[in-house]
C-alpha cells in the first residue's frame, strides 16, 4: 500500500474520462479528483453516468479515453481483481452475499489466500470490526442479519481485502435514518484512520452532512466541484440538472369526486409472518387524480403497488376498482378491469428482452383488442400496427418494431411501456418510478404524457423516489413509513425538504398531529429491530 | 432468435464440427471416413431404408414436440420416455379389449394414449405447482416407475400374453389398425405420419398466433414479466406438462397402429430421450424439429451399412452426442453476437450523438435530483 510520497496528496485523480455504448455516451470528458483521506461525494440525477463512471474505477468497464491514477500512479485496471490490488474496494448497492454462510465465510470467500480460512482469518476480521466499530458477530448466518449488518459485511469484505479507499454506491437508499445516521458514524471515525471515501448518492442532506467535498455529474460529465459547507441543496440541484430549472408543473386541478381505485386498510404480513410489510393502508385514487406515494425505499411501496396488481396476495383488505370489488381477482383480471401497470423494474416485470416490440406489446393485453382476438387468438397485425402507434406518439427511438427490446435504450424501453399501458384505456395507472434511470428527454415526455392522460380523467397512482416528479406531478402525496401512510403532504406547498423529513418520520407535514402520533409508532418499531 | 442466419447458423456449425470430429476419430482409428459416408448415403437408396427413416423421424418428431413444449417455458420434461411408455401400453390393452368400427376404433386408442399420456404428466406437474418438487427429479423417478408399471400390466395374469419367449398385451383386432401407404419392397409408410404433420402444424399455430403460446412462451423468457403481465404461472405449470404429456402419450401409436398391433416388453424404448436431444437441436421451433428427426433417423437407420465397409457404426453414437453438445454451445454464442450486433444497429440508425445521453439534444426539461431526506 502506497502511503503518503508520491502524487501529494490525492487518492485518486480520473482525467478526461470518456466510455461510449452503443448509441449513447455514459461519460464524457469526466475529472474527478479524490484527495487522500476524505470522504468524496459524487452527485447526480439518475441515468447521469454515476455508476457507469465506477464501474470504470473499479475496473468492470474499460474507458475509451482518458487515464486513471490512483495515489500518484498510473494505472489500468482490466477487472475488479486489479482495482482491488491497488487498494480500491466497492460496496455495491445492491449486497452480494451468501445468504447461508456465517458472516466470517462472506468475508474470506475469495479471499483465503489473504489470512486462511481459520484463526488468522477470525483474528483479521475481529481487528477490522474494532477499528470500523463494527459489532458484528464473525459466526452469525447472513440470512438472519438485517440489512444495516449485511452492507457492514460488504464493507468489511471490501476492508478485508486490503482496500484503503472505498466506493459507497448509494448506501443510504436501503436503510431507514438510524441507520444512516449509525453508517455515518463508522465512516467519519475510518477516515480518521486515514481510509479515503468515494460516496454516491443524490440524496443532497446527506451528502453535505458526511462530505468533505462534492462532485457533480450531469449527462456524463463532471459539471463541478461544491463545497459542502457552503453549498445549499438548490444550488446542488441546480447544478445536477443545469439550466433547465424545475417546474415540472403548470397546475389546473383536474380531480373529480368519482372514486376510481379504493384501498381499504389493505394489510400484508412477510413470509415469515413476523413483520407487516403494509399495514392498514386506506387509499382513494379519484378520476383526474395523481396521488403520489413518497417514502424511503423499502418501506412498503413495492408491496403496495404488487398488491394492488393482485401479484402478491394480501392478508387481509380490499381493493375495488369504480366500486368493483377485485380483492380475490388475479392480475389479468385486474388488468382487464382497467388498471394499468408501469413497473419500477422493467427488465424484471416490464418486458420480454428478446422478443421484438410489437410482442411486448401484447404481454398484460393478450386477451384484448387490438392484439387479440375473441376465442383465445392474437392478432399479430394489430400488435404491429398498434406497435408502430406508439413508437409514434411516445417517440420511441427504434429503427422498427420488429428489433428485440432488449436493443433499445433505457429511456426508450421506458416509453414503450408507457404507451402501452396507456394504450388500454385504462381507469387506473399505476406508476413505480415511472422515470427511473431515463435521459431527461424521455423523462419529460413521460411526465407529458401522464399529465394528459390524467387531463382526460386518469387516476394515477404514483410511486416515486423522485421528491420533484412527485411534487411536480401530484395533486395529493401521502407518505409512507414502515408499511403504513403515515403522513399527508400538499404539493402546491410542500418542499422537498420538508417531504424528506416526513419520510423518515422527522416530522410530519400538515395533519400535524396524526402526523406526529404516526411518527411515534415508527419510531418504536425501528427500535425493535 | 432474430434473424433466419441466427436460426440456421448454430445447427449447421454444429453438424459441421460434429462430422469434423467423426472425420477425425475414424483416421485416428484407421478407418475410412471417406467410405463411410459413402456407404451411409448409398444406403438411403437400398430397400426400405427411406421409407424406415421418414416413419422412425415421425416417432422421433412426436417426442421432441413434447419436450419442446415443455422447453419453452423452462420446465424440463425428462418424463417423455415413462409417459410415452405407459400411454402406449395402456392403450395397446384398452385397444385390444374393446370392439368397435373401423376408424373410431383407431381414434379411441390414440385418445387413450393422449389422455394417459396427459395424466402420466399431471404427476410431476401437480408435485411441482404444489409441493414446488422439480420437474427433472420426479420425472426421471416416474420414467423409473413406469417400467416396473409396464411389466405389471403386461403379466399373464393381468394383461399380457406369452407369445414365445417373448410378453406382450393382446393383438389389437384389425378394426384399429391405421393402414399405411405400401411402396412394395420399399416399405411402407405408416398413416399416422399424416397425423404427425398435423401435429406439428398445428404446434406452431399454437405458439405463433395464440395466446396460450405467447403466454407460454412470455413465462419461459421471463417468469417475472409474465406475472406481471397476467400470466398465471401455476396454470401455465399444469397446461403446459399436460399438452406435452398428451404429445409423449402418441408417440409409440405409429408403431402401435401401423406395424406392432401389440406392446411387447421388447418394444423399442428411449425416444424420450432421442426427442431431448432432437428438440435442442431444432431449438424447439416444428420445422427445426422435423430436419433434427430426420437427420437423426438418417444416422440411425443408414450407420447399419457402415460395418459392411469396415466402419464401426458407433460413430454415429458420437457424432450425435457431439451434434447435441455443439449445438447448446453454437446456440448461445450466436444469440450473444447477434443481441450486440443488433444494439449496435440500432445506435447506428439511431447516429449516436457525441453530446448527452441516450437522445441527446432532448427537450429542456424539467428535472431535479430526488431531494433531501
Not at chain 1, 67 to 73: D, K, N, Y
Not at chain 2, 90 to 111: C, Q, S
Request: aromatic fraction near 4%.
Amino acid at each position: 500500500m502506497t502511503t503518503t510520497h508520491p502524487g501529494g496528496d490525492s487518492a485518486v485523480v480520473l482525467a478526461g474520462i470518456t466510455k461510449r455504448f452503443p448509441g449513447v455516451v455514459a461519460n464524457r470528458d469526466v475529472h474527478l479528483t479524490v484527495r487522500r483521506g476524505e470522504v468524496h461525494a459524487l452527485c447526480g440525477e439518475n441515468g447521469a453516468g454515476k455508476s457507469t463512471l465506477m464501474k470504470i474505477l473499479y475496473g468492470m468497464q474499460q474507458p475509451d479515453e482518458g487515464t486513471i491514477e490512483v495515489h500518484g500512479e498510473q494505472v489500468r485496471f482490466r477487472s475488479p481483481a486489479d482495482a482491488i490490488a491497488a487498494g480500491i474496494g466497492m460496496v455495491h448497492q445492491h449486497f452480494m452475499l451468501a445468504d447461508n454462510l456465517t458472516v466470517l465465510e462472506n468475508v474470506v470467500l475469495g479471499a483465503e489466500h489473504l489470512h486462511g480460512i481459520g484463526g488468522r482469518a477470525r483474528r483479521r476480521i475481529a481487528e477490522l470490526g474494532r477499528q470500523t466499530g463494527f459489532g458484528i458477530d464473525p459466526d452469525a448466518v447472513v440470512e438472519q442479519l438485517g440489512v444495516a449488518d449485511r452492507q457492514r459485511v460488504e464493507i468489511l469484505k471490501v476492508l478485508y481485502r486490503g482496500a484503503r479507499i472505498v466506493i459507497l454506491d448509494e448506501p443510504t437508499a436501503v436503510l431507514v435514518p438510524q441507520e444512516v445516521e449509525e453508517l455515518f458514524v463508522s465512516v467519519r471515525s475510518m477516515r480518521e484512520q486515514g481510509y479515503t471515501f468515494l460516496f454516491i448518492s443524490h440524496k443532497l442532506d446527506e451528502v453535505r452532512s458526511i462530505a468533505d467535498s462534492i462532485t457533480v455529474i450531469r449527462r456524463g460529465t463532471t459539471v463541478g466541484t461544491a463545497d459542502p459547507r457552503t453549498v445549499s441543496n438548490r444550488q446542488l440541484a441546480e447544478m445536477m440538472v443545469g439550466s433547465e430549472l424545475p417546474s415540472p408543473e403548470t397546475r389546473e386541478s383536474t380531480v373529480t369526486d368519482r372514486p376510481v381505485l379504493e384501498l381499504r386498510s389493505l394489510s400484508l404480513r412477510s413470509a415469515d409472518g413476523l413483520r407487516d410489510l403494509l399495514h392498514d393502508v386506506d387509499l382513494v385514487v379519484r378520476a383526474g387524480e395523481i396521488v403520489g406515494i413518497a417514502g424511503v425505499e423499502g418501506n412498503g411501496q413495492t408491496e403496495l403497488v404488487e398488491a394492488v396488481m393482485g401479484m402478491r396476495r394480501i392478508t387481509s383488505g380490499q381493493v375495488l376498482l369504480s366500486g368493483r370489488d377485485l380483492t380475490r381477482a388475479g392480475t389479468l383480471a385486474r388488468r382487464e378491469a382497467g388498471i394499468g401497470y408501469v413497473p419500477e423494474d422493467r427488465h424484471r416485470h416490464g418486458l420480454l428482452l428478446t422478443q421484438p416490440l410489437w410482442a411486448n406489446r401484447v404481454l398484460g393485453y393478450q386477451t384484448r383488442r387490438p392484439v387479440a382476438r375473441r376465442g383465445g387468438w392474437l392478432d399479430i397485425d394489430g400488435a404491429r400496427r398498434d406497435t408502430e402507434r406508439i413508437v409514434r406518439e411516445f417517440d420511441v427511438r427504434t429503427p422498427g418494431i420488429e428489433v428485440a427490446a432488449a436493443a433499445l435504450s433505457g429511456g426508450n424501453q421506458q416509453k414503450l411501456i408507457i404507451g402501452r399501458e396507456l394504450s388500454g384505456d385504462p381507469a387506473v395507472l399505476v406508476a413505480s418510478h415511472p422515470t427511473r434511470g431515463v435521459d431527461v428527454g424521455a423523462q419529460a415526455l413521460i411526465w407529458e404524457q401522464i399529465k394528459d392522460a390524467r387531463a382526460a380523467g386518469l387516476a394515477v397512482l404514483l410511486v416515486s423516489a423522485d421528491l420533484d416528479e412527485l411534487i411536480g406531478l401530484s395533486d395529493t402525496i401521502k407518505v409512507m413509513l414502515r408499511g403504513r401512510l403515515v403522513a399527508d403532504a400538499d404539493p402546491r406547498t410542500v418542499t422537498p425538504e420538508e417531504l424528506g423529513a416526513a419520510m423518515t418520520g422527522a416530522g410530519a407535514h400538515e395533519r400535524g398531529d396524526t402526523g406526529n402520533d404516526e411518527r411515534g409508532h415508527g419510531a418504536a418499531e425501528g427500535g425493535e429491530r | 432468435m432474430g434473424t433466419l442466419r441466427g436460426r440456421l447458423l448454430p445447427p449447421v456449425l454444429a453438424i459441421a464440427f460434429s462430422a469434423l470430429l467423426c472425420t477425425v476419430t475414424l483416421m485416428v482409428s484407421g478407418a475410412n471416413p471417406a467410405s463411410g459416408i459413402a456407404a451411409m448415403v448409398t444406403q438411403v437408396g437400398e430397400g426400405s431404408v427411406a421409407v424406415d427413416i421418414v416413419n422412425s423421424a415421425a416417432v422421433y418428431y412426436l417426442a421432441a414436440l413434447a419436450v419442446a413444449i415443455g422447453f419453452q417455458m423452462n420446465l424440463f420434461n425428462i418424463g417423455v420416455e415413462g409417459q410415452f411408455r405407459v400411454a402406449a401400453v395402456t392403450a395397446a390393452i384398452v385397444g385390444a379389449a374393446i370392439d368397435l368400427p373401423a376408424g373410431l376404433h383407431a381414434v379411441v386408442v390414440i385418445l387413450t394414449a393422449a389422455v394417459t399420456g396427459a395424466l402420466y404428466a399431471a404427476i410431476p406437474a401437480l408435485l411441482k405447482i404444489t409441493r414446488n418438487v422439480h420437474e427433472v427429479i420426479s420425472s426421471i423417478m416416474l420414467n423409473a416407475i413406469a417400467a416396473g408399471v409396464i411389466a405389471l400390466l403386461i403379466r399373464e395374469d393381468m394383461f399380457g400374453e406369452l407369445r414365445g419367449s417373448n410378453i406382450g398385451t393382446h393383438t389389437i383386432p384389425e378394426s384399429g389398425w391405421v393402414g399405411g401407404i405400401g411402396f412394395g419392397d420399399r416399405g411402407t409408410l405408416f398413416g399416422l405420419v399424416f397425423l404427425v404433420l398435423v401435429i406439428g402444424v398445428g404446434y406452431w399455430v399454437m405458439m405463433n398466433r395464440t395466446r396460450f403460446g405467447f403466454e407460454l412462451r412470455a413465462s419461459g423468457e421471463s417468469p417475472t414479466a409474465a406475472a406481471a403481465g397476467g400470466v398465471n404461472a401455476r396454470r401455465m405449470i399444469l397446461v403446459a406438462m399436460l399438452m406435452s404429456g398428451a404429445v409423449a402419450g402418441l408417440v409409440a401409436m405409429p408403431e402401435l397402429l401401423g406395424r406392432d398391433h401389440t406392446y411387447l416388453i421388447t418394444s423399442p424404448a428411449g425416444y424420450g430421450f432421442t426427442g431431448i436431444a432432437i428438440a435442442l437441436l431444432g431449438r424447439n421451433h416444428p420445422g427445426g424439429i422435423a430436419l433434427g428427426a430426420l437427420l437423426w433417423a438418417f444416422l440411425d437407420k443408414s450407420s447399419l451399412a457402415l460395418d459392411n465397409v469396415g466402419v464401426p457404426k458407433e460413430i454415429v453414437t458420437i457424432m450425435q452426442g457431439s451434434i447435441v453438445l455443439s449445438v447448446v454451445i453454437a446456440y448461445e454464442v450466436v444469440r450473444r453476437v447477434e443481441l450486440r450486433a443488433e444494439r449496435r444497429r440500432v445506435g447506428r440508425q439511431l447516429g449516436a450523438n457525441g453530446g448527452g445521453t441516450g437522445n441527446g439534444g432532448a427537450t429542456p426539461a424539467a428535472a431535479t435530483a430526488g431531494g433531501a431526506s
